[in-house]
T-cell receptor, first 115, second 116 residues
Framework: DSGVTQTPKHLITATGQRVTLRCSPRSGDLSVYWYQQSLDQGLQFLIQYYNGEERAKGNILERFSAQQFPDLHSELNLSSLELGDSALYFC??????????????FGEGSRLTVL | ELKVEQNPLFPSMQEGKNYTIYCNYS?????LYWYRQDPGKSLESLFV?????AVKQEGRLMASLDTKARLSTLHITAAVHDLSATYFCAVDRVLNYGGSQGNLIFGKGTKLSVKP
């Protein structure tokens, strides 16, 4: 158990809908990262937040957005869902804004199925 | 653009045999990560290689990093069925003033199947 908690574990929804994925980082970690794992694209970095502020952006679609709250949990919002958004979405966390020694801990993931 | 290539992607090997997974990356990076993923599960950190020449070993797995060749290897000794999983290597961008961004670029993964 990495200490990173993600909910829901599974989610099935229809095209055009909007969903929110939630992540609680490990105790004491200030950075949260979101990754998407799909059959087509593999594992891709989406976005990073540190202590409530966006710090880095990867291949995140405009239909997706994220935020990190004062209690450090983060939410990834996916809207106008398409079939291709079906994927496993991982949250990871680390202590600082940067990885000094490579410590990045992944949650169990949220599996999104868009029908 | 930073790219990471793993090979082979779908090896099948027999128990008791040795095997090596290769990870090439396209630009300068001093950090190389190896993760293991079981089907439908999270990513388990195996090794973090932080410098040229780094070698780490845990049980039947040994990882090494050659930053000059931009190559890392994950060597499996006397494979057992429990090692069947998908193995990912990943790199990230090292910042000039130390540390890295944590925005890892992953390879496609090597889905290892160890047969009795």
């Amino acid at each position: 158990d990495s200490g990173v908690t993600q909910t829901p574990k599974h989610l099935i929804t229809a095209t055009g809908q909007r969903v929110t994925l939630r992540c609680s980082p490990r105790s004491g970690d200030l950075s949260v990262y979101w990754y998407q794992q799909s059959l087509d694209q593999g594992l891709q970095f989406l976005i990073q937040y540190y202590n409530g502020e966006e710090r880095a952006k990867g291949n995140i679609l405009e239909r997706f957005s994220a935020q990190q709250f004062p209690d450090l949990h983060s939410e990834l919002n996916l809207s106008s869902l398409e079939l291709g958004d079906s994927a496993l979405y991982f949250c990871a966390s680390s202590v600082g804004i940067r990885l000094l020694h490579g410590e990045l801990f992944f949650g169990e993931g949220s599996r999104l199925t868009v029908l | 653009e930073l790219k990471v290539e793993q090979n082979p992607l779908f090896p099948s090997m027999q128990e008791g045999k040795n095997y090596t997974i290769y990870c090439n990356y396209s630009t300068t990076s001093d950090r190389l990560y190896w993760y293991r993923q079981d089907p439908g599960k999270s990513l388990e950190s195996l090794f973090v290689l932080l410098s040229n020449g780094a070698v780490k070993q845990e049980g039947r797995l040994m990882a090494s990093l050659d930053t000059k060749a931009r190559l890392s290897t994950l060597h499996i000794t006397a494979a057992v069925h429990d090692l069947s999983a998908t193995y990912f290597c990943a790199v990230d961008r090292v910042l000039n003033y130390g540390g890295s961004q944590g925005n890892l670029i992953f390879g496609k993964g090597t889905k290892l199947s160890v047969k009795p």
